[in-house]
């Protein structure tokens, strides 16, 4: 399935918004990526975990993880937090913040999600293939998580 047959699969699951819960539409956004991306082996979503300064665990499709709560500023998805700028990891071995999901991890691209200008949450892929990451997965994720925001908002 190419990226233009993915974005239209997103765009009907966030239209059932109406119908389903926000957890169920991630959810199936996650199930939709990793089904049809081959590169996209661990695909979920964290969130601002209230006031606090750190990430929680949304919905995801992979390998489970321990990592259900991320401090701000550390590995790839904290950091993302506090960068509010896309962060795409060719070699994640070749990263010191790097937190370690499963030892089959290669690749890691990490897109935030923003509601009213505000870094709310984000979008996290591993790959247990090195340097997958294109710019055209980049562009369509940065659709994905606009979609995501519509939905936040």
Same mark, same amino acid.
């Given at each position: #399935?190419?990226? $233009?047959?993915?974005?239209?699969?997103?765009?009907?699951? &966030?239209?059932?918004?109406? /119908?389903?819960?926000?957890?169920?539409?991630?959810?199936?956004?996650?199930?939709?990526?990793?089904?049809? /991306?081959?590169?996209?082996?661990?695909?979920?979503?964290? @969130?601002?975990?209230?006031?606090?300064? =750190?990430?929680?665990?949304?919905?995801?499709?992979?390998?489970?993880?321990?990592?259900?709560?991320?401090? @701000?500023?550390?590995?790839?998805?904290?950091? &993302?937090?506090?960068?509010?700028?896309? @962060? &795409? /990891?060719?070699?994640?071995? *070749?990263?010191?913040?790097?937190? *370690?999901?499963?030892?089959? /991890?290669? *690749?890691?691209? +990490?897109?935030?999600?923003? +509601?009213?200008?505000?870094?709310?949450?984000?979008? %996290?892929? %591993?790959?247990?293939?090195?340097?997958?990451?294109? $710019? $055209?997965?980049?562009? @369509?994720? =940065?659709? &994905?998580?606009?979609?995501?925001?519509? #939905?936040?908002?």
């Amino acid at each position: #399935m190419t990226f $233009e047959e993915l974005k239209s699969g997103v765009e009907k699951i &966030v239209n059932n918004h109406n /119908v389903l819960e926000l957890h169920d539409c991630l959810l199936q956004i996650c199930k939709l990526l990793e089904a049809n /991306v081959p590169h996209y082996n661990w695909v979920g979503f964290y @969130f601002k975990n209230g006031d606090k300064d =750190e990430l929680k665990l949304g919905p995801y499709v992979g390998q489970p993880t321990d990592h259900t709560i991320i401090p @701000f500023g550390k590995g790839i998805c904290g950091q &993302v937090a506090v960068s509010n700028k896309n @962060f &795409v /990891v060719p070699d994640v071995s *070749a990263q010191n913040n790097y937190i *370690a999901c499963s030892i089959t /991890v290669k *690749a890691e691209i +990490v897109i935030p999600i923003f +509601v009213n200008g505000e870094n709310i949450g984000q979008i %996290d892929i %591993d790959s247990n293939t090195l340097d997958p990451f294109t $710019e $055209e997965d980049e562009r @369509f994720l =940065e659709y &994905v998580c606009s979609l995501v925001s519509k #939905m936040l908002s």
